[in-house]
């Protein structure tokens, strides 16, 4: 199956990780649609491609971060591009410092809790069945690495946010081993950002964006996680093709 043939959804894709893993797939050929709940975030989107790849994107609002939402988003989205093949998941935010945790509201917690797990796993169930079955398929969790450590004093809910994905994507890893569908993950031990916003030893959202191309074209590789601590980690990835 050629890239042109190939349909990744890349959920999270209007964000910054995503929306460097976005122009990179595009850029390679693939299709790509992209579900978000604000509309001037897809069209931001839009702008920032490659102008000759804007035909295979598909945008679409609506939410995947609730039961009822995810499910007619799934009907529009297979109305418009008929399959997927691929899926890239970068959902939720990279940075939450809010205070101590016991300055916190249980609403601040659910909150934090509902935009980087409960999104992750929502959207998860609703869209896996269309690929899990299939060897030619792919699945890729991208992941930060605060789930390990607390970056510092007042982020804590992030950390505990961050730890609750990272736990999932293992669980799905040791629940369905054998599942045709290559299953991955790509965890973050730093920050992203633009070129423009770019600090020392941060990755740029487009080198990034390349090497999860990459490994989303290949295929070779299933239940993994890659470890990404440095720029020259994607380096790499994108060079020696061994992430």
């Given at each position: ?12 894709g ?14 390679k050929?693939?299709?790509?649609a ?5 509309n ?14 804007k ?51 249980l609403?601040?917690?659910?909150w934090?809790?509902?935009?980087l ?6 959207s ?9 079955d ?6 890729t ?23 609750s994905?990272?736990a999932?994507?293992?669980v ?9 569908c290559?299953?991955n ?8 950002a ?13 080198d990034l ?5 990459a ?6 590789a ?22």
């Amino acid at each position: 199956m050629s890239n042109s043939d190939r349909v990744v959804l890349a959920l999270g894709g209007a964000g910054v990780v995503g929306s460097g893993i976005v122009k990179a797939l595009l850029d390679k050929g693939f299709k790509v649609a992209v579900i978000s709940r604000d509309n001037s975030r897809l069209e931001r989107l839009r702008s920032f491609i490659s102008p000759n790849t804007k035909d295979n994107l598909t945008t679409i609002v609506g939410n995947v971060g609730s039961e009822e939402g995810v499910e007619e988003a799934k009907q529009t989205l297979l109305k418009a591009v008929g399959k997927v093949t691929d899926i890239v998941s970068s959902l939720g935010f990279s940075w939450w410092q809010g205070g101590p945790p016991h300055t916190q509201p249980l609403k601040e917690l659910h909150w934090v809790m509902e935009t980087l797990l409960f999104s992750t796993f929502v959207s998860w169930k609703a869209f896996f069945p269309l690929v899990r079955d299939d060897s030619s398929c792919t699945y890729t969790f991208i992941t930060g690495g605060a789930g390990e450590k607390l970056l510092m004093p007042g982020t804590g809910f992030l950390t505990v946010g961050a730890a609750s994905t990272l736990a999932f994507c293992q669980v799905l890893r040791e629940e369905y081993p054998e599942v045709p569908c290559k299953l991955n993950q790509v965890k973050i031990d730093t920050g992203v950002a633009p070129p423009e916003r770019l600090a020392p030893g941060y990755l740029n959202h487009l080198d990034l964006g390349e090497a999860v191309a990459a490994l989303v074209e290949r295929r070779n590789a299933s239940h993994s996680v890659f470890t990404v601590n440095c720029p020259a980690d994607l380096k790499t990835v994108i060079l020696e093709r061994n992430l």
